[in-house]
C-alpha cells in the first residue's frame, strides 16, 4: 500500500481472510496510525476503547 520513512513495506496482511491489523486494533494491543490507513482501522480502535482494552485501560 504504501512505504513508511525507513523505507519498510506498509500494507493489509489477512489471516484466514481476517484482516490482522484490524484485529490488533480492536483487541487494544496497537493504535491506528492515521498517517499510512487515513483512519481505516478507526471503529476498530473506538471499540477498543470504549471496552478499555489492551492499550486503553
Known amino acids: 500500500m504504501d512505504v513508511d520513512r525507513y523505507n519498510r513495506p506498509v500494507m493489509h496482511c489477512f489471516?484466514?481472510?481476517?484482516?490482522?491489523?484490524?484485529?490488533?486494533v480492536k483487541q487494544g494491543y496497537v493504535r491506528d496510525y492515521t498517517?499510512?490507513?487515513?483512519?481505516?482501522?478507526?471503529?476498530?480502535?473506538?471499540?477498543?476503547?470504549?471496552?478499555?482494552a489492551g492499550l486503553w485501560e
Open 15 to 24: 489471516i484466514k481472510g481476517e484482516d490482522l491489523g484490524g484485529l490488533m
Open 35 to 52: 498517517r499510512y490507513s487515513d483512519g481505516f482501522y478507526a471503529e476498530q480502535e473506538t471499540h477498543a476503547r470504549t471496552r478499555k
